[in-house]
């Protein structure tokens, strides 16, 4: 039997953060669909990089005309840089860098630049004048076509798409094999934070994970 889910969780549901019933609706935390994460890169006003670790975000668009589309809090660094610069690189991190990309996370004052205080270095772009992360296996260069505010009424977040005017990926995770294909990229996935409706118990924490590859079956 499926079990009809309201807008707004039931009052026996607690916040496990203040405000996260706000910033996020709870049914990502009872449908738990996981996601890659990956980094979007920005430049500052003074030419250094900004970092910001995201799971909100996908390919999109057609054969000729490749998109990336992501979801940023309008009050992150990143949606203002975007906005400003009309440029930014979508970078993807293998699992074994997470102590370096959750350092991400951390708000940094305006003259750190966030590659190198997160323990990662800088990559030459091709087109776009944003740094590319070294360390992570593929690189997306973007130039912004349009933002969007994503609510009507409290407005939180905003969706912004990106032409991909370049694309760029470590030989070193090529593969002529599925399985090792996947293996070598080693995504990051996010699975968010669990709540059972029903007993509405609340685990508190998310999770990263690598693909279950063994387990893949075709399509
Ligand atoms: C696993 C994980 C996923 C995240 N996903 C997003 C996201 O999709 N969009 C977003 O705006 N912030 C996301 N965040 C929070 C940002 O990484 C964080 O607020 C960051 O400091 C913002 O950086 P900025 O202000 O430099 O843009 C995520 C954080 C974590 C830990």
């Known amino acids: 039997m499926k079990i009809e889910l309201p807008l707004m969780p ?3 549901v607690k916040e496990a953060w203040e405000g996260q019933f706000s910033v996020f609706s709870w049914y990502n935390f009872v449908i738990n669909a996981p996601s890659a994460v990956f980094i979007v890169t920005t430049r500052k006003e003074n030419g250094r990089a900004n970092a910001q670790l995201n799971a909100w975000g996908m390919m999109i668009g057609s054969g000729k005309e490749p998109k990336f ?8 660094d990143t949606h203002r840089l ?4 009309k440029e930014f690189v979508i970078n993807y991190p293998s699992l074994h860098l997470r102590e370096k990309f959750l350092k991400t996370i ?3 004052e305006n003259e750190i630049d966030e590659l190198i205080a997160s323990g990662l270095t800088h990559e030459e772009p091709k087109v776009v004048q944003v740094p590319r992360v070294k360390e992570c296996f593929a ?3 973007c130039k912004l076509d349009w933002v969007q ?3 009507s009424e409290e407005k939180v977040t905003a969706l912004i798409q990106g032409s991909i005017v370049n694309a760029a990926i470590d030989e070193a995770v090529l593969a002529d094999d ?3 294909s996947y293996i070598k990229r080693n995504f990051a996935c996010l699975l968010p934070e669990v709540i059972n409706p029903v007993t509405a118990i609340s685990l ?3 999770g990263l994970v690598s693909l279950d590859i063994e387990s893949c079956v075709e399509c």
């Open 82 to 85: 975007i906005k400003k610069n």
């Open 106 to 108: 951390t708000h940094f």
């Open 204 to 206: 508190g924490y998310s």
């Open 178 to 180: 599925m399985k090792e």
């Open 69 to 76: 589309l992501l979801q940023v809090m309008l009050n992150s």
């Open 149 to 151: 505010a994503v609510e």
């Open 139 to 141: 690189s997306l260069e």
């Open 10 to 12: 039931p009052k026996d």
